[in-house]
């Protein structure tokens, strides 16, 4: 059974810094495109950023570019995503994804709060 | 970049209906690149349809896509009670190199 666990959320201040881990089993991790998806309170799903398998590819979304920065771990089948810099607007749940073009595997996210 | 936009906000509905959401590109898209996922509050979303026609895993038949270029739709026939839910139609390529639409919430009237 596939499984992604985050952990990492919490309150931040402005400024601050926070990173958020991901969990996997059940899968081959190694071989899977994974991702960051975060949903602010009362809104939609947004796309923050991927990386390829081998880490060989990467992206974020222009409003986390120089902030964020994710890696992977695939001797730990773990995903990361360093935020710094965060903002009031960077407040959301944040979810692990597996995959690439699609995501057919979530996690259940992790909150973060970035609040004075 | 590319703007998805899903049409109705929100869509009242009774179990036994059938309910087809719309999800309009800015510009043509590759069907291939087109999916659709159901997300319930406090629960992961959970993917349901990729290149615009494809039933992922375990998804009933109710719940079909269709569509190619700017317009894309799902449908789903005999609504069921746990299929309430918001639903989020998703493309990939351009820049970003993601994106959502907005979302339509399915509700029981």
């Known amino acids: 059974e596939v499984q992604l666990v985050e952990s990492g959320g919490g309150l931040v201040k402005p400024g601050g810094s926070l990173r958020l881990s991901c969990a996997a089993s059940g899968f081959t991790f190694s071989s899977y495109g994974m991702n960051w998806v975060r949903q602010a309170p009362g809104k939609g799903l947004e796309w923050v950023s991927s990386?390829?398998?081998?880490?060989?590819?990467?992206y974020y979304t222009d409003s986390v570019k120089g902030r964020f920065t994710i890696s992977r771990d695939d001797v730990k089948n773990s995903l990361y995503l360093q935020m710094n810099s965060l903002r009031a607007d960077d407040t959301a749940v944040y979810y692990c994804v597996r995959g690439s073009y699609y995501f057919d595997y979530w996690g259940r996210g992790t909150l973060v709060t970035v609040s004075s | 970049e590319i703007v998805l936009t899903q049409s109705p906000g929100t869509l009242s509905l009774s179990p036994g209906d059938s309910a087809t959401l719309s999800c309009r590109a800015s510009e043509g898209i590759s069907s291939s690149y087109l999916a659709w996922y159901q997300h319930k509050p406090g629960q992961a979303p959970w993917l349901l349809i990729y290149?615009?026609?494809s039933r992922a895993t375990g998804i009933p038949d109710r719940f079909s896509g269709s569509g190619s270029g700017t317009d894309f739709t799902l449908t789903i026939s005999r609504l069921e009670p746990e299929d309430f839910a918001v639903y989020y139609c998703?493309?990939?390529?351009?820049?970003?190199?993601?994106?959502f639409g907005q979302g339509t919430k399915l509700e029981i009237k």
């Open positions: 990386i390829s398998s081998r880490s060989s590819y990467i």
């Open positions: 290149g615009a026609s």
């Open positions: 998703q493309q990939y390529g351009g820049s970003p190199l993601y994106t």
